[in-house]
C-alpha cells in the first residue's frame, strides 16, 4: 500500500519561505515521477512544480525563481523550498506521485499553506 505524508506547510509572513517534504512508502522511489499541487478556495487544482525521468523540473510561471523542487531517492522523500512567498501562494498543497512503469498515481492528504500580508 503506498502512502505519500506531507509535513511543513503552516502560517508564515510575505516574503517568508517554508520547506514541504513529501515522504512516500510502499514505492520504490527511484521510479517515480512527482510533482507537487496547489489548490486556493473556490480554484482549480494546479500544478506548481515537477520531477520527471528523475532529473527534469518544471515549474509554474507563478513560482519560477522562488521555489524548488528536489528528490531524495535514498530517504523516499520529495522536497519543495518556498522562498519568497506571496499571499496569493496560500492553498492546500498536495504531494503527487506516478510510478514511470505501471503508471499508477497516488495522492498525499494535502497541507495548509497561508501567506499572510
Known amino acids: 500500500q503506498v502512502q505519500l505524508v506531507e509535513s511543513g506547510g503552516g502560517l508564515v509572513q510575505a516574503g517568508g519561505s517554508l520547506r514541504l517534504s513529501c515522504v512516500a512508502s510502499?514505492?520504490?522511489?527511484?521510479?517515480?515521477?512527482i510533482a507537487w499541487y496547489r489548490q486556493a478556495p473556490k480554484q482549480q487544482r494546479e500544478m506548481v512544480a515537477n520531477i520527471l525521468s528523475g532529473s527534469i523540473t518544471n515549474y509554474a510561471d507563478s513560482v519560477k525563481g522562488r521555489f524548488t523542487i528536489s528528490k531524495d531517492n535514498a530517504k523516499n522523500t520529495n522536497y519543495l523550498q518556498m522562498n519568497n512567498l506571496k499571499s496569493e501562494d496560500t492553498a492546500v498543497y498536495y504531494c503527487y506521485v506516478k510510478h514511470r512503469i505501471n503508471r499508477r498515481e497516488y495522492w498525499g492528504q494535502g497541507t495548509q499553506v497561508t501567506v499572510s500580508s
Open positions: 510502499g514505492i520504490i522511489f527511484s521510479l517515480t515521477d
